[in-house]
């Protein structure tokens, strides 16, 4: 079984103003099959943490690790990572001008795998995985996000993750900016992944309207650059009722 760990990780990011320390000793183990969801107020790391499992040059790690099947994670390239089995769920994806859909998935399954996928099956692959999504074929042939609703960058994200087949993915945010029936069909897809391959999953939101179509086994609750609270689904309604007052107030904070 494969296994994802986090132990003691302390990230800052250099500003204006200098070193910003953002994550403050994050630990957190995520199985395979397990689907994690954090949750937690503007600026509180959510996305460091995100973006540090990912490789992203503009975090600097102080001290911890990230360990995937024993594995050091921070040594590798953010390549490497993916080959690996790491996804990242953009919050906000990029414009890939000049690079079509179809040329970038297959291009990206090829460096994965090591070798190009036979064309017909590929072909099959892709399109039923964009039927699933409800994205019309026409998608295939143009730039990556260039032009796309925001919507429609999403469920491309999830087309991404069907495909690639990774053994942890983390989504940041991919429920904003999604109407009722883009939810549904994006909650769809990460599932559909889940059941297929017995992905991991570390999901980041604010509310909980996407957790009603993608059901946690735990919620983190992130407040300052660490885990203040942890617990099963029931701890997300609380989140809903409650807010992250109590977890503010200055004998919380640390």
Do not use: C
């Amino acid at each position: 079984m494969s296994v994802l760990e986090i132990k003691d990780l302390h990230v800052s990011v250099e500003t204006d103003q200098g070193t910003k320390q953002i994550l403050r000793g994050v630990n957190l183990t995520i199985n395979e099959g397990e689907i994690h969801a954090i949750m937690g107020p503007n600026g509180s790391g959510k996305s460091t943490l995100a973006y540090t499992i990912a490789g992203h040059p503009k975090y600097h790690v102080e001290s911890g690790s990230i360990l995937l099947d024993g594995a050091e994670v921070l040594t590798m390239t953010v390549d490497a990572r993916a080959r690996a089995g790491l996804f990242l769920a953009m919050q906000y994806p990029v414009e890939i001008p000049g690079v079509t859909v179809t040329n970038f998935l297959r291009t990206a399954k090829t460096a994965i795998e090591g070798e190009a996928p036979p064309i017909r099956t590929w072909i099959k692959d892709v399109r039923q995985a964009m039927t699933n999504l409800r994205m019309d074929k026409t998608f295939a042939e143009r730039n990556v996000n260039e032009g796309f609703s925001g919507g429609e960058k999403k469920r491309n994200e999830i087309l991404q993750l069907e495909l690639l087949k990774p053994k942890f993915a983390v989504l940041d945010e991919t429920d904003s900016g999604l109407d009722v029936d883009a939810l549904k069909i994006v909650s769809e897809g990460v599932n559909r992944a889940k059941a297929n391959t017995g992905l991991g999953l570390l999901l980041i939101t604010h509310y909980t309207r996407i957790l009603r179509y993608i059901h946690p086994d735990f919620v983190h609750v992130f407040v300052n650059g660490k885990i203040a609270e942890q617990g099963g689904p029931e701890l997300a309604d609380r989140l809903e009722d409650e807010g992250y007052d109590r977890f503010l107030v200055p004998s919380n904070v640390g």
